[in-house]
């Protein structure tokens, strides 16, 4: 039972566009969601984060939205440059809970 | 500044076999994390530890075994390998539950 899904595997946008990454989840007791970024042979790292009282969080270039009714949360890259080229998975949890549940990721590639 | 460092980075063990994977965090975090990434699968947790001396199970525990050493370690054995275990193995950890979670760069362990 995927309790967090990231439909799209893959994901190709033109340098200085904007990428769109979404992510669907199915459990309503979740209230943190979090994105982390990762390259070829390298850990996870983290992007940016939100919790549910909010349905917006800005960090530069990068921005997540969440629609709790719709059980749905999105990232946006405002404007993709080539280094964002990478598997981009998000995750969600209960605050106070130690588990992460993950998503399958999508990878993006930024095409020069 | 090393943040999360687990050994070894590469492992090739023959069914029934034994081994343990370290990991190690300088950032005085209280919780440590271990997953397994799989293709198609995401990353899925196999055993976390929210502070030293405790240790509870993820999503994945069967065959696995872990040892919170210290504050700083967090250790993942395998008693008796099996091909279905291979896979690319993170530890993680992060100073609040949960939270922005920082990722070691990953042992990538086949079963043969």
């Known amino acids: 039972d995927q309790q967090v899904k990231q439909n799209s595997p893959s994901l190709s946008v033109q340098e200085g566009r904007i990428s769109i990454l979404n992510c669907d989840y199915t459990?309503?007791?979740?209230?943190?969601f979090l994105w982390y970024k990762k390259y070829p042979a390298e850990g996870p790292t983290f992007l940016i984060s939100?919790?549910?009282?909010?349905d917006k969080n800005e960090d530069g270039r990068f921005t997540v939205f969440l629609n709790k009714s719709a059980k749905h949360l999105s990232l946006h890259i405002v404007p993709s440059q080539p280094g964002d080229s990478a598997v981009y998975f998000c995750a969600a949890a209960n605050f106070g809970n130690e588990k992460l549940t993950f998503g399958t990721g999508t990878r993006l590639t930024i095409i020069p | 500044n090393a943040g999360v460092t687990q050994t070894p980075k590469f492992q090739v063990l023959k069914t029934g076999q034994s081994m343990t994977l370290q990991c190690a965090q300088d950032m005085n975090h209280n919780s440590m994390y271990w997953y397994r990434q799989d293709p198609g699968m995401g990353l899925r947790l196999i055993y976390y530890s929210a502070s030293e001396g405790t240790t509870d199970k993820g999503e994945v525990p069967n065959g696995y075994n872990v040892s919170r050493l210290n504050k700083r370690e967090f250790s993942l054995r395998l008693e008796s390998a099996a091909p279905s275990q291979t896979s690319v193995y993170f530890c993680?950890?992060?100073?609040?539950?949960?939270?922005?979670?920082?990722f070691g760069q990953g042992t990538r362990l086949t079963v043969v």
């Open positions: 939100i919790s549910s009282i909010k």
């Open positions: 459990n309503s007791m979740f209230d943190y």
């Open positions: 993680a950890s992060s100073i609040s539950r949960p939270g922005e979670a920082f």
